[in-house]
């Protein structure tokens, strides 16, 4: 099964919230923490990585805190699972170190997994911060079982 990690989930969850704040200005990890009710060292560690990868700056001191380095709409979920995770990759050999696979080079089946994560990460890559903070209504999936009932 293809799941987001549970650390990608909280990181989007932590960035729709900066993107929400009606201030713009820096939120404290304590204060992301207290409002997301993710555990603060989870906040803190999301919060470190994102920086590392450009998508939320720093700033220290009284007024200091983390707040997003982009516009919500120029931030992608890619960008920022490649943060908290590292490389989007669906097997080993769409990895960035391919070789990691024994089969690697001579697998009949190697270009369509790499085609797959091309395709999936083409996906994430077209979904924003700003998509991710719009809350969409109704859910389409409650949408389609209730059709599916209705011809039962």
Same mark, same amino acid.
């Given at each position: 099964?293809?799941?987001?990690?549970?650390?990608?989930?909280?990181?989007?969850?932590?960035?729709?919230?900066?993107?929400?704040?009606?201030?713009?200005?820096?939120?404290?990890?304590?204060?992301?923490?207290?409002?997301?009710?993710?555990?603060?060292?989870?906040?803190?560690?999301?919060?470190?990585?994102?920086?590392?990868?450009?998508?939320? *700056?720093?700033?220290?001191? *009284?007024?200091?805190?983390?707040?997003?380095?982009?516009?919500?709409?120029?931030?992608?979920?890619?960008?920022?699972?490649?943060?908290?995770?590292?490389?989007?990759?669906?097997?080993?050999?769409?990895? *960035?170190?391919?070789?990691?696979?024994?089969?690697?080079?001579?697998?009949?089946?190697?270009?369509?997994?790499?085609?797959?994560?091309?395709?999936?990460?083409?996906?994430?890559?077209?979904?924003?911060?700003?998509?991710?903070?719009?809350?969409?209504?109704?859910?389409?999936?409650?949408?389609?079982?209730?059709?599916?009932?209705?011809?039962?």
């Amino acid at each position: 099964m293809l799941r987001i990690t549970k650390l990608s989930d909280y990181a989007i969850v932590v960035l729709t919230h900066l993107a929400g704040s009606s201030a713009g200005g820096s939120q404290t990890a304590r204060d992301v923490a207290d409002r997301t009710r993710i555990p603060r060292p989870t906040v803190s560690k999301i919060l470190k990585e994102l920086a590392r990868g450009g998508i939320v *700056v720093s700033q220290r001191g *009284v007024q200091g805190g983390y707040r997003l380095a982009r516009r919500p709409e120029q931030v992608n979920l890619a960008e920022i699972i490649d943060a908290v995770e590292g490389p989007l990759a669906l097997t080993e050999c769409s990895s *960035v170190e391919p070789e990691g696979c024994e089969h690697a080079g001579y697998c009949p089946v190697e270009a369509n997994w790499l085609r797959i994560n091309q395709v999936v990460r083409s996906a994430l890559a077209g979904i924003s911060l700003a998509d991710m903070a719009r809350p969409l209504s109704p859910p389409l999936i409650h949408l389609t079982r209730s059709r599916e009932t209705v011809r039962a």
